[in-house]
């Protein structure tokens, strides 16, 4: 909320003018006091003198009824007209002074009105609530009956003043103004609106164009928000996360160029995505940039705020830029990375709204140390993949191809003296090898990439529980029910938990038949995998059963919980293995 200009806060009504209990003397009726009583004196003094000189009686009565009997009545009339004059003046300034105090008493009402209006628009919460707001106040402030507020886009407010009529009627004088950008204000008079009542309505007009640009900007601002929120919440690669985020900045100052420095290991910034109007650039040190950070870039991440800076040193980071916005990324554990802002134009950012690029920025920062958190965990589970396959092949694939080996040695000294041992034992060597085959297949088939992003969780689960049943010998069945919303990450824990059941049905359970079935209920999603294989002691194997991602059952139970998911397992020797998994709809 903005103060009237020239008003440094709230408007005071303006002072009465002092009612004295007693008006001092005028001018006149004191000139008049201090100087007639005097003058009379001299003047009947001299009229006296002059009449005695005449020595005549006749001619002193006559002169003497001339004297009194005009010229002092004749004085005395002028002189009491000259003070009724002054009196009369001094009455019509006394009415004028209130006639003002009464026009500045009701333009101070006004103006209070307005200051008012201002602050209550700027309280708004919404583009709808200022609509609501101004009809009100333009009610109150102009004494209408009925005020009727739109916009572009087909919203409007509606107010009535103290009038029992619910709309306006014919008898009513309608007053219609534009709102600079887009709508009107119309209002409804008892009487004919004045020439100030319409220019005080113009003036609402444009305080309530600037309320309504000010909730729109809130709220495109809000959507900018929700938008980079929503885009970069489950993305993990750090390329397409600081894409999409400075992508996002640039569009919402018009930005031609942006760049995202991020820091290492060691606390050392390094370029790591950048486009301008070349082009993408990477961070890799090809290209004109080389992957070098310009000292702006150092500048702004000792900073504990957005900086500015323009001329010479915005050409450092971007070749055609004349004003670039740094905005440091930092959480509670320190500085992650900087983003840069730049334009061809000089002072392109000192309007801009940095504010809520800082709040973008705050975003980027947890979107940023998320997406490395994954990478992280990405190579522990890589790390342990190797680690689960190694032991596999040593313990499995390799002791079963070395005793196969042995077996061959032992036929090749037998071939000449016992011919039908030797056979027996190829027969014994060619099955096991056959086995060993089976099982690489499984191990491959367990660890092939499946592109969940193009196909999509249904399909994906669809072709995996097809190729594990061909693959394996092991008939296999899918049912699907129900409305399945997940989000991207959700549904790589519950397409990995599948891959891990199943290769357990695969290695341990022996089972002729495997069913999967996939439900989405209104508030869980459901997945089911039921063989009818050897089963197992639930409390024997916990914590040590391996699958095809090296995860033991609690640890597949970890992984759900941690995402609010609920994780079960129902078997028993000879009855086969029911896995259950659920997890919450998006």
Same mark, same amino acid.
């Given at each position: 909320m903005t103060d009237i200009p020239g008003t440094p806060g709230p408007l005071s009504p303006p002072a009465r003018p002092p009612a004295a209990p007693r008006a001092p003397l005028s001018d006149r009726v004191r000139l008049v006091r201090n100087l007639l009583p005097p003058l009379i004196?001299?003047?009947?003094?001299?009229?006296?003198?002059?009449?005695s000189l005449l020595?005549?009686?006749?001619?002193?009565?006559?002169?003497?009824?001339?004297?009194?009997?005009?010229?002092?009545?004749?004085?005395?009339?002028?002189?009491?007209?000259?003070?009724?004059?002054?009196?009369?003046?001094?009455?019509?300034?006394?009415?004028?002074?209130?006639?003002?105090?009464g026009q500045l008493s009701a333009s101070h009402g006004r103006l209070q009105g307005v200051q008012e209006l201002m602050r209550d628009l700027g309280g708004a919460a919404d583009l709808g609530a200022v609509l609501e707001v101004a009809a009100r106040g333009a009610v109150r402030v102009t004494g209408a009956t009925h005020a009727t507020l739109t916009v572009p886009g087909g919203l409007s407010g509606t107010s009535r003043g103290e009038t029992l009529l619910s709309s306006p009627s014919a008898a009513l004088h309608p007053l219609k103004v534009g709102i600079p950008g887009g709508g009107a204000l119309l209002l409804?008079?008892?009487?004919?609106?004045?020439?100030?009542?319409?220019?005080?309505? %113009?003036?609402?007009?444009?305080?309530?164009?600037?309320?309504?640009?000010?909730?729109?900007?809130?709220?495109?601002?809000?959507?900018?928000?929700?938008?980079?929120?929503?885009?970069?919440?489950?993305?993990?690669?750090?390329?397409?996360?600081?894409?999409?985020?400075?992508?996002?900045?640039?569009?919402?100052?018009?930005? %031609?160029?942006?760049? $995202?420095?991020l820091s290492d290991e060691d606390g050392v910034l390094r370029l790591e995505?950048?486009?301008?109007?070349?082009?993408?650039?990477?961070?890799?040190?090809?290209?004109?940039?080389?992957?070098?950070?310009?000292?702006?870039?150092?500048?702004?991440?000792?900073?504990?705020?957005?900086l500015i800076v323009t001329g010479a040193e915005a050409c450092q980071v971007f070749p055609e830029a004349r004003s670039v916005l740094g905005l440091p990324m930092r959480d509670e554990n320190g500085l992650l990375g900087v983003l840069m802002l730049g334009d061809p134009r000089e002072g392109a950012f000192e309007a801009a709204r940095v504010s809520l690029l800082a709040l973008m920025a705050g975003q980027a920062t947890l979107a940023v140390r998320n997406a490395r958190a994954y990478l992280y965990s990405e190579e522990l589970a890589i790390s342990d993949e190797r680690a689960r396959?190694?032991?596999?092949?040593?313990?499995?694939?390799? %002791?079963?191809? $070395?005793?196969?080996?042995?077996?061959?040695?032992?036929?090749?000294?037998?071939?000449?003296?016992?011919?039908?041992?030797?056979?027996?034992?190829v027969r014994s060597a060619t099955t096991l090898l056959r086995e %060993?085959?089976?099982?690489?297949?499984?191990?491959?088939?367990?660890?092939?990439?499946?592109?969940?992003?193009?196909y999509g969780l249904l399909e994906t689960v669809r072709r995996y529980v097809l190729d594990f049943g061909e693959q394996n010998g092991i008939r296999s069945s899918l049912d699907v029910t129900g409305e399945v919303r997940l989000s991207p990450g959700d549904e790589a824990v519950v397409f990995r938990i599948l891959q891990e059941s199943l290769n357990n049905v695969a290695k341990h359970a022996r089972a002729a038949e495997v069913r999967v079935t996939l439900d989405g209920g209104p508030k869980q999603v459901l997945l089911r995998v039921r063989d009818d294989g050897l089963g197992f002691d639930l409390d024997a194997v916990t914590g040590r059963v391996s699958s095809a991602g090296g995860l033991g059952l609690t640890q597949m139970r970890e992984r759900l919980q941690a995402r609010s998911g609920q994780y079960r397992i129902i078997s028993a020797p000879g009855q086969g293995t029911t896995i259950e998994a659920q997890m919450p709809q998006a």
């Open positions: 004196v001299l003047v009947v003094g001299a009229v006296e003198l002059l009449i020595g005549d009686s006749r001619r002193e009565l006559w002169a003497h009824l001339l004297f009194y009997g005009l010229v002092g009545p004749a004085v005395t009339y002028f002189s009491v007209e000259w003070i009724a004059e002054g009196t009369r003046a001094r009455e019509r300034a006394e009415v004028e002074l209130r006639d003002l105090y409804h008079f008892e009487t004919p609106p004045s020439a100030d009542t319409t220019e005080l309505a %113009q003036a609402l007009a444009a305080e309530v164009a600037t309320g309504v640009e000010a909730a729109r900007q809130r709220t495109l601002d809000l959507m900018t928000l929700y938008s980079v929120d929503q885009s970069i919440r489950a993305e993990r690669n750090m390329r397409r996360l600081l894409s999409r985020v400075t992508g996002t900045m640039a569009g919402r100052v018009g930005a %031609q160029a942006r760049a $995202a420095y995505y950048a486009q301008d109007q070349r082009g993408e650039i990477s961070g890799d040190g090809d290209g004109e940039h080389g992957g070098m950070t310009p000292p702006f870039a150092a500048r702004v991440a000792q900073s504990n705020g957005p396959i190694a032991r596999e092949i040593h313990d499995g694939v390799a %002791q079963s191809l $070395a005793f196969a080996a042995l077996k061959l040695d032992v036929v090749a000294r037998q071939m000449q003296s016992d011919p039908a041992r030797a056979e027996a034992e %060993q085959i089976r099982e690489v297949r499984r191990s491959i088939f367990a660890l092939r990439p499946i592109d969940l992003e193009r």
